[in-house]
């Protein structure tokens, strides 16, 4: 930071300037909130994925909590409901949070719970999309997908290069 302009010291002592605004709106405020989040997790036992660095593993007594960030909302699910706790508790003492209740909606993704499972469908968002550009009445067609993948870890992936992020 610059001394600013017209001031001039009395004195040869060394000069500090007192930093007046916040985090929020700098260039580096997200680099500096995720590198405190990241510390955070990494105090409280989690691990950072290797394939997407907004997650964060936790292996615990055959159990596991997963903490996965989006800009400024995260989610944290897992079969530890101890753990889940727990780490909301953590967090809420070093962030400002606010618990929304079970996951619904995000980034375009509909969550649905049943006894059978969790269902992840992006038919609102696709719906809304058709009728923005006014296609909704135009013919469906197959999408070429794995029908009933399941997302597994992969202990001898190579990490992805974080700094493209």
């Known amino acids: 930071m610059d001394v600013p302009l017209g001031y001039t010291a009395k004195s040869e002592a060394k000069i500090m300037c007192k930093l007046q605004r916040t985090l929020y709106g700098l260039k580096q405020s997200p680099r500096a909130w995720f590198g ?5 997790m990494r105090k409280y ?17 055959g159990k596991v909590t997963t903490l996965i960030v989006y ?7 897992g079969d530890d409901l101890e753990e889940i706790t727990r780490l909301q508790e953590q967090l809420a003492t070093e962030f400002e949070m606010k618990n929304l209740g079970g996951l619904k909606y995000f980034l375009g ?17 696709i719906m809304d999309l058709l009728s923005e550009v006014g296609l909704l009445d135009c013919k469906p067609a ?23 992020y």
């Open 71 to 77: 800009v400024d909302d995260m989610i944290i699910t």
């Open 45 to 61: 036992g989690f691990q950072q994925s290797n394939s997407d660095h907004t997650l964060f593993l936790k292996h615990h007594r």
């Open 109 to 125: 993704i509909e969550v649905a719970r049943s006894k059978q499972g969790i269902f992840l469908s992006q038919q609102k968002y």
């Open 142 to 164: 197959d999408t070429p997908i794995i029908q009933n993948h399941k997302l597994e870890e992969y202990p001898d992936q190579v990490p992805t290069n974080k700094e493209r």
């Open 36 to 40: 405190h989040l990241n510390s955070a």
